[in-house]
T-cell receptor, first 112, second 113 residues
Framework: DAKTTQPTSMDCAEGRAANLPCNHSTISGNEYVYWYRQIHSQGPQYIIH???NNETNEMASLIITEDRKSSTLILPHATLRDTAVYYCIVRAVIQGAQKLVFGQGTRLTINP | GAGVSQSPSNKVTEKGKDVELRCDPI?????LYWYRQRLGQGLEFLIYFQGNSAPDKSGLPSDRFSAERTGESVSTLTIQRTQQEDSAVYLC???????????FGNGTRLTVT
């Protein structure tokens, strides 16, 4: 089972920040939070991951609450090309625990 | 650089036939994964290879499904006696090691008629 809960769909205006929430209340101490997205007819694309500190890269920022039970992926200036299904996944990074379990994700639509 | 390459991109086969799907991972990536995605559904884990360790086959849905990997290079997923419920996109991913992010190919769309 996917150990995360995400809204089924969200809309955001082009140029605005898109904030995608994820609940992972049963996360364990050795589990990281990963975000991937899947644009129609393509394979999933890695976005960002983190353990407990906030992370930022060229694609997005990841904000993890202090208790690590939830997180938010932020796309600072959404474009039409950011329309995709976004998956939040928790994954233990230890040898032998490799399966990424994908849930249904959030379908994000960026509107012009 | 080159990403994960899968072939064919599309495959139509008749029920009962065997099919082979190929995955060329990113060079140097020791870990390789197969997933299946039915229309409108999420990704379903099938199998995982890591270096010379025994593969994790826990996601294979039946004994009609098998996969092999040659060293740390190409992998083939074989489906014997295909059924209509096998119709899906089969996705391959590789990662540099067991703790690095996965890089996915664009999949093989399998249609069983």
């Amino acid at each position: 089972d996917a150990k995360t809960t995400q809204p089924t769909s969200m809309d955001c205006a082009e140029g605005r920040a898109a904030n995608l929430p994820c609940n992972h209340s049963t996360i364990s101490g050795n589990e990281y939070v990963y975000w991937y997205r899947q644009i129609h007819s393509q394979g999933p694309q890695y976005i960002i991951h983190g353990l407990k500190n906030n992370e930022t890269n060229e694609m997005a920022s990841l904000i993890i609450t202090e208790d690590r039970k939830s997180s938010t992926l932020i796309l600072p200036h959404a474009t039409l090309r950011d329309t995709a299904v976004y998956y939040c996944i928790v994954r233990a990074v230890i040898q032998g625990a490799q399966k990424l379990v994908f849930g249904q994700g959030t379908r994000l639509t960026i509107n012009p | 650089g080159a990403g994960v390459s899968q072939s064919p991109s599309n495959k139509v086969t008749e029920k009962g036939k065997d099919v082979e799907l190929r995955c060329d991972p990113i060079s140097g990536h020791t870990a390789l994964y197969w997933y299946r995605q039915r229309l409108g559904q999420g990704l379903e884990f099938l199998i995982y290879f890591q270096g010379n360790s025994a593969p994790d086959k826990s996601g294979l849905p039946s004994d009609r499904f098998s996969a092999e990997r040659t060293g740390e290079s190409v992998s083939t997923l074989t489906i014997q006696r295909t059924q209509q419920e096998d119709s899906a996109v089969y996705l391959c991913a590789s990662s540099q090691d067991y703790y690095s992010p996965l890089h996915f190919g664009n999949g093989t769309r399998l249609t069983v008629t």
